[in-house]
């Protein structure tokens, strides 16, 4: 059986290819979502949603919900760390910067923590209720087929297999990937760690309402790792390293589950109910590359990072918004097909960033651990230790006695923590010390909103990017081509609205001042006479030319261009091109950057030939 419901078949409901089947919805492209399992995610996994990410939400129709449905993130947004949740407290630390006001003034919308399995729900719910989405879960895609035109995808589910043709392929399906691996792409990444992650659900409020947070880190003997405090007080996850072969994910009972829980909240929780029990791997990888032909990857199938940052999730769904609006515009002839190109060359090295940022916030950690002389470096070289050959040669129950008794000795200075002695109290005394030194791991919105394209489809201008004097923790704003659009308010009709609402989604826009006014707006209208793709102009200032009233001023001290300059910005929201004054022919470099931007040169001059 063969059907052409779509023009992209997208491979994967998780957060990412949910996000960009809905946002090719919204330009107009059929779509076809492929999803193996039939329900969504039953796990809370992740829960950090960056303001950035918030941003693409928001552009579905879905921030403000998710932001009305989450808890109140300002209430808990520490980091604690115990030794136990009943036990001692050896400090905490802000998510949030000193100035909150000034956090929430970088844009119409603000971070927030609303865990996975509570977000598909939300996405699968718009997607069954979008026409332009054929939604088909319980299927897989078992192979595809790529012709010069397109390619056909062979779906697979119980009751038989159907082809669908589409123009492009995303695979959003996972870091595992299936779809990657039928592509045969592989991955420069590495193994971090295996970590267990026990879903459990018990009301710990009376441990926790006093230091609500989002993380809290246990530090004992019977049990290193983190509670996640998905939903508080009563939703949780607890992950803790494992070591396999010798310790299997199958000996992770539900009363040895038990165990580890009672260990890390320091009483046994009378309402405890274990949820799910999943192994998982920690790793640092991405993808040899992100395009083969007509397919294309995206989320954690072109990335895997640590979760020691939260930016798993968030660079698959920016990934997602940076792809759709080019995958748009080529499907409607609006752009020519080597924008695409610009897919990798824009995301991949963002991912790079973020995946640095990840592993240096995991080795960071060993800091912390270093006052009772620890180090996560001990993990891995016990790691390195139990697969050499010497070790495996062993049998199988000395493995595991083995593995038992080094982690037994290696955790033991952990006690000192909990101990009512000299001793401990100089411990914890240089541990509350060191946690200012965390602080990059938990505040970044300069990672969050301050990345920008250097190479892509952006015409750099021969200015230095600048960056704040720490680019993860502090967002300098810039119209620097690549950034994001800085956000400020504006005023149309009497309605106060961010800038950001007044982008086009399917097009680009021109922001400039009243002074070349009708300079620039002659300049659209002359490109938009032969250009496909919708160009507006819009004006920001004081003047009855306004299109949009700034009282404060805003845009003259935030768009580093001139009083007759413009800021070309993308359907992404992110800076293509800028003039710094108005030139001598606006029309015709208004007119040669957008060919350039959108890959039209080439198919204008094989037009003209013809």
Known sequence: ?????????????????????????????????????????????????????????????????????????????????????????????SALPPDVDAL???????????????????????????????????????????????????LVTGAGQLDVSADYVV??????????????IGTDGRLIQHMIGVYFTADLGAMVDHRKSILYWTLNSDALGVLIAHWLPEEWVLFVPYYPPQQTAESYTESRCRSLIEHAVGITPPDLRIKLVRPWSLGAAVADRYRQGRLFLAGDAAHSFPPTGGLGLNTGVQDAHNLAWKLAAVIRDEAGPDLLDSYETERRPVARINLEHSVANFDQMSDLLQVVGLSLKQQERLQAAQNSRMFTSLPARWQRNAIN???????????????????????????????????????FAGLDLGFAYQNGAVIPDGTPRPVADDPVIDYRPTTWPGARLPHF???????????HDAILPSGFTLLTGSQAASAWRQAVRNVGRTLRMPVACLVVGPGPDAD????????AKLSEVGRTGAVLVRPDGHVAWRAHDLPDGPAEALDVALHRLLSL?????????A
């Open 1 to 93: 059986m063969t059907n052409a419901p779509g023009r992209v078949v997208v491979v994967g409901a998780g957060p990412t290819g949910l996000t960009l089947a809905l946002l090719l919805a919204r330009a107009g492209v059929r779509v076809t979502l492929v999803e193996r399992n039939t329900a969504p995610q039953p796990h809370p996994a992740a829960c950090i949603l960056d303001t950035r990410t918030l941003e693409v939400f928001r552009e579905i129709g879905q921030a403000d919900r998710i932001i009305a449905a989450s808890q109140n993130v300002f209430d808990r947004a520490n980091i604690s760390w115990v030794t136990t949740l009943a036990g001692r407290e050896l400090g905490r630390c």
């Open 104 to 154: 929430l003034a970088l844009s119409p919308v603000h971070a927030t923590v609303y865990p996975q399995n509570r977000l598909e729900p939300m996405l699968w719910q718009q997607v069954y209720e979008t026409a332009e989405i054929d939604f088909r879960p319980g299927h897989n895609c078992t192979t595809i087929t790529e012709t010069e035109h397109g390619v056909t995808c062979t």
């Open 171 to 184: 695979a959003c399906d996972g870091v595992g990937s299936p779809v990657r691996r039928l592509a045969g």
């Open 405 to 443: 008794i080094a982690l037994k000795q290696a955790l033991a200075p952990l006690q000192i923590f909990s101990e009512a002695s000299g001793r401990g109290e100089r411990a914890r005394h240089d541990f509350e010390r060191r946690i200012p030194g965390q602080a990059r791991h938990y505040r």
């Open 489 to 499: 308010n504006v005023v149309r009709a009497g309605e106060t609205i961010s800038i």
């Open 548 to 555: 949009f009233r700034d009282p404060a001023d805003t845009w």
């Open 601 to 609: 040169t080439h198919m204008a001059r094989a037009a003209e030939t």
